[in-house]
């Protein structure tokens, strides 16, 4: 098949299996739509292997592949078609979202068995799927933006899945609002370059934009509102306040959009706009700033947090911001070859945890886990895996894409060393948030939950709690289901998340420095208009010293984790007595969530009441509605005293009248 | 001698007319409007209108103002006081707009183009306003009219009849009385004139 | 006498009738003021006859009596109806068609 078809077929996969498990919710038995789903995704995810070896089929220059199916409008200079453009990026993107879906829907077969609302978990998951590969494969800025605002959707239905949790709709309403905002940055700023370039469609787009000037106002400022739209997405500070929130939805939810594919769809947009961000050095310089900044922040407060699954949100913010500060500094290979490694080791974090979870049946608390290694090895060794990852270490893949990165940025020169500088940091930091948890959840003594499961018994709470707030909940539709799945006794969740090891350990063959370059290879043709990829390369000792400081940082990162978490147990309750106000704040999220209520919130609702009370009350009420029915009232009161009743008055006015025809035909007739 | 009788008709036509405007009492303004119709019958007279003056007198003075007086004479009607429900400006209101057309009036006749108007009319036959020539044209040129205007007579006095009947006439009231065979019972003891319009209180108010 | 002149004093009668509508409460005696309009016609209808020197005129006062004695024998029957129902006889009173 062409490679237009396997284009389409990608995306058709999924939508067919949303729409198949919805119209047959109540038909087929629940556990096939488990499959369904699965199956779906599966295929899509071979349609885009096909489609990958389609393109690579094809020469060096033609492997920028615009498909239309249907021209939705063209007038005035608009022009909205339904279109793919399958190039690299996009082929690459579909790859890493379809793969790791699949994955996730296996692992969420067995994971969500028992909940009342399984057939509606698949069909939004497969609807989530579609919004994303639409996003990744849109061809024109119409579609992308589709694809953008269904995701959206999807990542609010999922975050409120359990939705008689208030704290769940609650969070689900919060990270809605903030990607909204993220959608009204993302469409002014294509305005602002549809209005210069005269297209919607990318490549026509992006050969229009020499028509601005370097660093030209409207182009800056269409870029940084599409940064709005990215770090809205991408959970980035300033707009980040959602995503630890959103770890109220399940635990696949929770892996597959708010870490491996949503959240980097930011990541994307950045790579993919890449001209107008060249021409815009100024935007792109400050994306790089917050990414850095949103790096140093989210490692820092991930040192605080005690909820586990908040703790690897606070991770995915922080590796976001390395891979935003890498397609911001030109480093667009590595950024994406970064995305590619964090989807799997962070998914695979995200499964092990949820195993944990379940094994602690429902309790999210690190405070109260402790010593699960025996317990659960499989759980262990994954976690294991992903953490090395995570951290760092060689040679397991995070290391090659992370070291890449700040290398990369550190060979912009100018102060972008700073920012790679404070990269290094930040691994230190996050090598150490990691293990941090991963000692405290399966090191030490044992909890009663991991002795029983010791001996084989899978713990039952007395009742089932909010994990958040405590309050009592049943175990009907709306609500997590009465079982718990562990990885141990699940062989779908066993498959995934060994997949995901793999991927986790060897996925960083692709790119290690001076010996292979296969993902930068791949997607040069879709960058072959960018002045820094071929470029921009950090020199022989950059590279080895790079790569010596960050192996050494992650060990000494997951050294100190263990003398203060294993060893020297009473140190950190000592550090934190001691720096109680900085423990303070980090617990507080730096504040953010207050200084947002404070500058956004209270003004809008204030301005809600002001015009509920004083415009929609006064003016509107008052003069706009009532001034013309006074008016009318006013005026048929006048007409109704006519009709008065009195004989002389009718009388009277009959008199009047003939007079004064009397008078017209007098005056007529002279 | 003709412009003296005109005279003396037109002053009593006049005041006969103004006095039926102006008087309190209603048997007054009813002797009044006899006067000015006499007056009238006078002006027909010199108008060459024998005919017409001879019905006038018999008919509209002999009989209609003669239920006239029965009627006042009936219903009373007692001091007219001249306060308007409406405000004084309705009584000057009214006196300008009435003047007004008036003066409208007199501009048009006087001020007319056709001369018959200027004269004393013009030639008059043998036989003009006798009744044997108005007899003929009733009978030939406006039977229509003729006919048209006894039927009328006949309906009004029908209407008339109905009108003004006592309950106290009929042998079996509710027969007759729709409104009340609507509305059952509770009759008997019904003070008369509170119910629906055909169902008249028995003679003068007893109470 | 010209015919100028009773047309004149037919104008002065009817506005003196027209006047007497507007200012008298008595529905008896508004009907009197309308007997005054209605012959105030008939007079000037009788000159208009005495000036096209034909007698029709004269046919069309006569019907306009018929008429007039009609509408005193219905309008007289309803201020009896009125008075019977212990209504005030009054223009100003009457005011409402319910009751």
Not at chain 1, 158 to 164: D, G, N, Q, V
Not at chain 1, 178 to 199: A, C, H, M, P, Q
Not at chain 1, 423 to 452: D, K
Not at chain 1, 490 to 505: D, I, P, Q, R
């Amino acid at each position: 098949m062409s490679l237009q078809t396997y284009g389409w077929l990608v995306l058709l996969f999924p939508l067919g299996g949303t729409v198949l498990i919805a119209l047959t919710w109540s038909v087929l038995p629940w556990k096939l739509h488990g499959y369904l789903g699965t199956l779906a995704i599966f295929l899509s995810f071979l349609c885009a292997v096909g489609a990958l070896f389609e393109l690579q089929d094809r020469g060096e220059e033609e492997r920028q592949v615009v498909t239309v199916a249907w021209d939705y409008a063209n007038t005035v200079g608009v022009d909205a078609q339904l279109s793919l453009l399958l190039d690299p990026l996009s082929v690459f993107m579909a790859l890493v979202v379809s793969g790791i879906s699949t994955l996730i829907h296996l692992y969420s077969v067995s994971y969500m068995a028992s909940d009342r609302g399984y057939t509606r978990f698949f069909a939004y998951l497969n609807y989530f799927v579609f919004s994303m590969l639409l996003l990744v494969l849109a061809g024109n800025f119409f579609f992308l933006i589709v694809g953008w605002a269904f995701v959206g959707a999807a990542s609010y239905l999922l975050i409120s899945f359990w939705y008689r949790r208030t704290t769940a709709t609650a969070a689900g309403i919060k990270a809605f609002v903030i990607n909204v905002v993220g959608d009204v940055g993302l469409v002014l700023g294509t305005y602002f370059i549809f209005k210069r370039t005269g297209s919607l469609d990318f490549l026509r787009a992006f050969e229009g934009v020499q028509e601005f000037s370097r660093n030209e106002g409207d182009l800056v400022a269409g870029c940084l509102l599409l940064l709005v739209g990215a770090f809205a997405k991408s959970a980035q500070v300033p707009l980040h306040t959602w995503l630890p929130d959103a770890m109220e939805g399940p635990t696949p939810v929770s892996a597959l959009i708010h870490a491996a594919t949503m959240v980097t769809a930011g990541v994307y947009l950045i790579a993919r706009m890449h001209p107008f961000f060249e021409q815009a050095p100024a935007a792109a310089d400050v994306g790089a700033i917050l990414g850095c900044a949103t790096l140093l922040i989210a490692a820092s407060i991930g040192l605080v947090v005690t909820d586990l699954k908040r703790v690897i949100a606070y991770s995915t913010m922080s590796q976001i911001g390395y891979m935003v500060m890498g397609v911001c500094s030109a480093a667009y290979a590595a950024g994406l070859f970064h995305l590619m490694t964090h989807a799997f080791f962070k998914a695979l974090l995200f499964m092990a945890a949820g195993s944990v979870i379940a094994a602690m049946a429902g309790e999210q608390n690190l405070d109260r886990m402790g010593g699960f290694r025996r317990a659960m090895p499989f759980t262990f060794g994954c976690m294991v895996i992903g953490g090395l990852a995570l951290a760092g270490v060689p040679p397991f893949a995070g290391f090659f894409s992370k070291d890449e990165i700040l290398s990369l940025v550190i060979a912009r020169e100018d102060w972008h060393v700073v920012l790679g500088v404070l990269g290094f940091v930040g691994s230190l930091l996050t090598a150490i948030y990691t293990w941090r948890m991963i000692f405290r959840a399966f090191f030490n003594e044992p909890v009663e939950q991991a002795h029983e499961l010791e001996h084989g018994h899978l713990y039952h709470a007395p009742e089932h709690t909010n994990p958040a707030t405590g309050e009592v909940e049943d175990t009907d539709v709306g609500f997590p289901g009465p079982d718990h799945h562990i990885a141990e006794r699940e062989w779908s969740m066993k498959v995934a998340m060994a997949l995901l090891a793999v991927g986790a350990v060897f996925a960083g063959v692709l790119q290690i420095p001076k010996v292979t370059d296969v993902l930068h290879t791949f997607l040069e043709p879709s960058f072959h208009d960018s002045r820094y990829y071929e470029s921009l390369e950090p020199s022989d000792g950059l590279t080895w010293i790079g790569l010596a400081v960050g192996a050494l940082l992650a060990l000494s990162g997951i050294a100190l984790a263990y003398r203060l978490w294993v060893q020297d147990r009473a140190r950190p309750g000592a550090i934190r007595a001691r720096l109680a106000a900085v423990h303070g704040f980090l617990v507080r999220k730096w504040y953010f969530d207050e200084l947002i209520d404070a500058v956004v919130v209270r003004p809008f609702a204030w301005f809600g009441r002001f015009a509920r009370d004083v415009f929609e009350r006064v003016v509107v009420n008052g003069i706009v509605v009532g001034g013309p029915t006074g008016a009318v009232r006013a005026g048929s009161a006048a007409v109704r005293a006519v009709q008065s009743g009195f004989l002389r008055y009718y009388a009277a006015l009959l008199l009047v009248g003939v007079t004064g025809l009397g008078l017209y035909f007098l005056i007529a007739a002279s | 001698m003709a412009e003296v009788f005109f005279f003396l008709a037109a002053i009593g036509a006049l005041a006969g007319a103004i006095g039926t405007v102006a008087l309190r009492n209603p048997f007054y303004s009813v002797l009044s409007l006899v006067c000015h119709l006499l007056s009238l019958a006078a002006l027909f007279l010199l108008l060459r209108a024998e005919f017409l003056a001879a019905a006038q007198v018999i008919v509209y003075v002999g009989a209609v103002m003669v239920l006239y007086l029965f009627v006042v004479a009936y219903v009373g009607g007692g001091e007219d006081p001249i306060r308007a429900a409406g405000s004084p400006g309705l009584r000057w209101a009214s006196a300008l707009f009435a003047g007004a057309l008036f003066v409208e009036l007199s501009i048009a006749v006087l001020g007319t183009g056709l001369t018959a108007f200027g004269e004393e009319g013009s030639g008059w036959f043998a036989g003009y306003g006798t009744p044997g020539e108005i007899g003929r044209l009733l009978l030939t040129d406006f039977l229509l009219a003729f006919e048209a205007a006894s039927i009328l007579l006949l309906i009004a006095a029908v209407g008339a009849v109905i009108l003004a009947r006592r309950r106290a006439g009929l042998e079996h009231p509710r027969e007759i009385s729709v409104a009340e065979m609507l509305r059952r019972g509770s009759r008997d003891e019904m003070t008369g004139g509170e119910a629906g319009t055909m169902i008249e209180a028995g003679g003068p108010p007893q109470r | 006498m010209n015919i100028e002149w009773y047309l004149v004093v037919s104008a002065l009668v009817f506005c003196i009738g027209a006047g007497g509508i507007l200012v008298r409460r008595n529905p008896l005696v508004i009907l009197l003021c309308l007997e005054l309009m209605l012959n105030a016609g008939n007079l000037a209808l009788v000159a208009f006859a005495r000036a096209h020197g034909n007698q029709d005129g004269q046919i069309f006062a006569l019907v306009v009596m018929v008429v007039a004695a009609c509408e005193v024998a219905v309008g007289l029957g309803l201020i009896v109806a009125i008075y019977r129902r212990r209504l005030p006889i009054d223009v100003d009173e009457l005011r409402e068609l319910q009751g």
